[in-house]
């Protein structure tokens, strides 16, 4: 069965520093996708960034990149250049297969970021 | 822009009795998604619909639960004799692409708050 893992409940960071958050994930599946998603108070889930188990090149989407490391089964999200607008609740997801359908997405990381 | 919609905002309602919610998804999404989440947690899948027709219910789904999308646009949610343990966000999210990179858009969410 398919599953997410983070293992940081929260991360605090300053202004205009970098973060990685952590995300591992277990699935059976050849064919797949990792996305990320933010959160911020309002509860609104936004995407950020998405990853699929054959691209061979790290996704990237502006300050936004993603450390995508099959073997170790990791796909760690970093956010350059941190902003006081990037405080919010960060969720990695999976799909599995390769006709869309649900997303399952791990507890969350609330990242904090200080001026 | 009309993202996707959800109402009410908040609902609070007395143990045993019925709620319905609604989700208006992307004019020209075919596929809908109902979520669940819990205070501090990621968002649990509950079923999914492409056009009218429901491809997927969680097993964790009690019987009480039901959504709806009768004509392919809107759906409706609804829980019977709800429970304390029913308090939750419900969020709904829909999409266009049916391939393993589709991204979800999701709505503010319906907070439930069983008394």
């Known amino acids: 069965a398919q599953k997410i893992t983070q293992t940081q409940p929260g991360m605090f960071v300053q202004e205009k520093e970098a973060v990685t958050l952590d995300c591992t994930y277990d699935?059976?599946?050849?064919?797949?996708?990792l996305f990320w998603y933010k959160q911020p108070s309002s509860g609104e889930m936004i995407f950020l960034i998405y990853?699929?188990?054959?691209?061979?090149q790290n996704a990237t989407e502006g300050r936004y990149s993603l450390n995508f490391q099959k073997a170790r089964k990791s796909a760690n999200l970093v956010i350059s250049a941190s902003q006081l607008g990037d405080s919010a609740m960060y969720f990695c997801?999976?799909?599995?297969?390769?006709?869309?359908?649900?997303?399952?997405f791990g507890q969350g990381t609330e990242l904090s970021v200080k001026p | 822009d009309t993202g996707v919609s959800q109402d009410p905002r908040h609902k609070i309602t007395k143990r045993g009795q019925n709620v319905t919610f609604r989700c208006d998804p992307i004019?020209?999404?075919?596929?809908l998604y109902w979520y669940r989440q819990t205070l501090g947690q990621g968002p649990e899948f509950l079923t999914y619909?492409?056009?009218?027709?429901?491809?997927?219910k969680s097993r964790l789904l009690s019987d009480r639960f039901s959504a709806e999308r009768p004509k392919g646009s809107f759906s409706t949610l609804e829980i019977q004799r709800t429970e304390q343990g029913d308090s939750a966000m419900y969020l709904c999210?829909?999409?266009?692409?049916?391939?393993?990179?589709?991204?979800?858009?999701f709505g503010s969410g319906t907070q439930l708050s069983v008394l």
């Open positions: 004019s020209e999404h075919n596929r």
């Open positions: 990853q699929g188990s054959y691209d061979e």
């Open positions: 999210a829909s999409s266009l692409e049916t391939q393993i990179n589709e991204k979800l858009f």
């Open positions: 619909f492409q056009n009218e027709a429901q491809l997927e």
């Open positions: 997801a999976m799909r599995e297969g390769l006709g869309g359908g649900k997303l399952i």
């Open positions: 699935t059976s599946d050849q064919s797949y996708g």
